[in-house]
């Protein structure tokens, strides 16, 4: 019975490990974001793994109320160079608030110095953005 306790805790363990070593930290995942945004790239690689924008960066919650297709419908400008300027996480660090600026081109017009507060929500483990769905998405209340 003590080595079968033992057993159940090794693989616990170990599948925690393995779960822990997949997420990636905030940063890394808000240049991933935005990288895609400037490349127009939204499904990509990273570390072996297949990511998508929807799949990988929308939280649940959000991916009910939004299709795949509205989505990328409000990615509507073109991202031409960003900086993440600040991240400001609520005490839990469940939640962060990242500040962007960034150049855009739209509609024909470059336009710098634009900047974005996005919300940032912890979902299993998972660093997801949460967009305003009804709008350009990258505005938040």
């Given at each position: 019975?003590?080595?079968?306790?033992v057993l159940v805790f090794l693989l616990v363990s170990a599948v925690?490990?393995?779960?822990?070593?997949?997420?990636?930290?905030?940063?890394?995942?808000?240049?991933?974001?935005?990288?895609?945004?400037?490349?127009?790239?939204?499904?990509?690689?990273?570390?072996?793994?297949?990511?998508?924008?929807?799949?990988?960066?929308?939280?649940?919650?959000?991916?009910?109320?939004?299709?795949?297709?509205?989505?990328?419908?409000?990615?509507?400008?073109?991202?031409?160079?960003?900086?993440?300027?600040?991240?400001?996480?609520?005490?839990?660090?469940?939640?962060?608030?990242?500040?962007?600026?960034?150049?855009?081109?739209?509609?024909?017009?470059?336009?710098?110095?634009?900047?974005?507060k996005n919300k940032w929500v912890k979902e299993n483990g998972d660093w997801k953005v949460y967009l305003k769905n009804k709008?350009?998405?990258?505005?938040?209340?």
């Amino acid at each position: 019975m003590t080595k079968q306790i033992v057993l159940v805790f090794l693989l616990v363990s170990a599948v925690a490990c393995l779960k822990l070593g997949n997420t990636i930290p905030l940063e890394e995942k808000v240049n991933l974001f935005w990288k895609a945004r400037v490349t127009g790239i939204y499904t990509f690689n990273y570390q072996g793994k297949k990511l998508r924008l929807y799949d990988d960066f929308l939280p649940e919650s959000l991916k009910k109320k939004i299709s795949e297709k509205q989505f990328y419908s409000l990615l509507n400008f073109k991202v031409l160079k960003y900086s993440i300027d600040n991240i400001k996480y609520n005490k839990d660090k469940t939640e962060a608030t990242v500040e962007v600026s960034m150049t855009i081109n739209f509609q024909g017009y470059k336009l710098d110095g634009v900047i974005v507060k996005n919300k940032w929500v912890k979902e299993n483990g998972d660093w997801k953005v949460y967009l305003k769905n009804k709008s350009n998405p990258f505005y938040n209340d």
